[in-house]
């Protein structure tokens, strides 16, 4: 570890909260068996950990990608930040591409929820908005359950400019996985459809919406008006 990563490991220690760490070593999971088994956590609030990006986003990939294996939970998520500030910035092709193949090539520490959620559509989605949407498909097909939320949250870029296809083609592919934080990134996704396109989400549900897991359904339908809600959620539309 070179001395920089050190400076910024130690700042982020400095900046870390006994409480919020306890408390966050709950909300994310991190029991025996659970889905975050054994994440450490420094207890740092995400707009902290942005004004450090702020700070630091002029490093180097290498070490930021040296920091994305730390064993603390805030040091990856920096480093997940300053990878989508990193993609933003870069001007080139070839530096886009090396990022891009960077994210890939390190999904097992990209590790929890809130890690995916704040990078993967910046950096997976926008890199496959204009390309072959093939990696997307194999994400999803992952026996991994974080490249699967992956490959699902990469599409909510797609879904910001207006294109729909293969969040819906994904959302059908993942309707009987068995993971409940894939239940909700999927039923996320369809909400986002249906805030642009209701009539596009609503076709999808009436085909799909009796053998929805109950997750999906509740969330791709939160914003509904409450009888429609209650059609959908009684079999009854």
């Not at 097909?141 to 296809?165: C, H, N, P």
């Not at 996320?188 to 897991?213: A, D, S, T």
Request: net charge positive.
């Amino acid at each position: 570890m070179n001395k920089q990563i050190r400076q910024i490991i130690n700042k982020l220690k400095e900046l870390g909260d006994a409480e919020i760490a306890s408390h966050s070593q709950g909300f994310f999971k991190t029991g025996k068996g659970e889905y975050g088994e054994g994440d450490i956590f420094l207890g740092i609030r995400v707009p902290v950990i942005r004004q450090c990006v702020k700070e630091y986003h002029d490093i180097s990939l290498d070490d930021t990608l040296k920091i994305l294996k730390s064993p603390f939970h805030e040091a990856r998520l920096l480093a997940l930040l300053i990878l989508v500030k990193k993609y933003t910035l870069e001007k080139t092709v070839a530096g886009k591409n090396a990022i891009y193949r960077s994210y890939l090539n390190n999904t097992k520490y990209i590790n929890n929820w809130d890690l995916v959620d704040l990078s993967s559509y910046q950096i997976v989605g926008a890199h496959l908005y204009f390309r072959d949407k093939k990696p997307i498909y194999r994400l999803v097909r992952s026996k991994d359950l974080w490249e699967r939320r992956i490959g699902v949250l990469a599409t909510f870029y797609f879904i910001k400019y207006g294109q729909f296809t293969d969040s819906l083609a994904v959302a059908e592919l993942l309707l009987n996985d068995r993971e409940d934080l894939i239940h909700k990134a999927v039923g996320w996704m369809l909400r986002e459809v249906g805030k642009r396109e209701l009539k596009v989400e609503e076709e999808f549900l009436i085909k799909h919406y009796k053998e929805m897991p109950r997750t999906m359904l509740r969330y791709a339908i939160e914003r509904f008006p409450e009888k429609k809600r209650l059609s959908y959620l009684k079999g009854t539309k």
